[in-house]
């Protein structure tokens, strides 16, 4: 059952920015830690950012300092704002949990001259 809804993706060009936001079910947002995954085609889904219940923020390495996640307890919203984005930045993104629980559909980002 998917418990999750990812909006906000679309084409930007090179050192455009982006929000990203991700509406949760209530019972998922509050127990577990969330996360932001990407997967670029021929690629594995990698980890982005993840934030704790209590809005510890953690990065992968390619994305610290462009982009910053945040999440709204009481809109049980997360969200990814990303900045100075890269074409290598293109990929589908996920909104998940840690551990992982179904996956929604995803929102495409393209960043693209």
């Known amino acids: 059952q998917v418990q999750v809804v990812e909006s906000g993706g679309g084409l930007v060009q090179p050192g455009g920015s982006l929000r990203l936001s991700c509406a949760a079910s209530?019972?998922?947002?509050?127990?577990?830690?969330m996360a932001w995954y990407r997967q670029a085609p021929g690629n594995q889904r990698e980890l982005v950012a993840e934030?704790?219940?209590?809005?510890?923020?953690n990065y992968a390495d390619s994305v610290k300092g462009r982009f910053t996640i945040s999440r709204d307890n009481a809109k049980n919203t997360m969200y990814l704002q990303m900045n100075n984005l890269k074409p290598e930045d293109t990929a589908a993104y996920y909104c998940?949990?840690?551990?992982?629980?179904?996956w929604g559909q995803g929102t495409q980002v393209t960043v693209s001259s």
């Open positions: 934030i704790t219940t209590n809005g510890s923020p």
């Open positions: 998940n949990t840690i551990p992982t629980h179904s």
């Open positions: 209530r019972s998922m947002f509050r127990k577990y830690t």
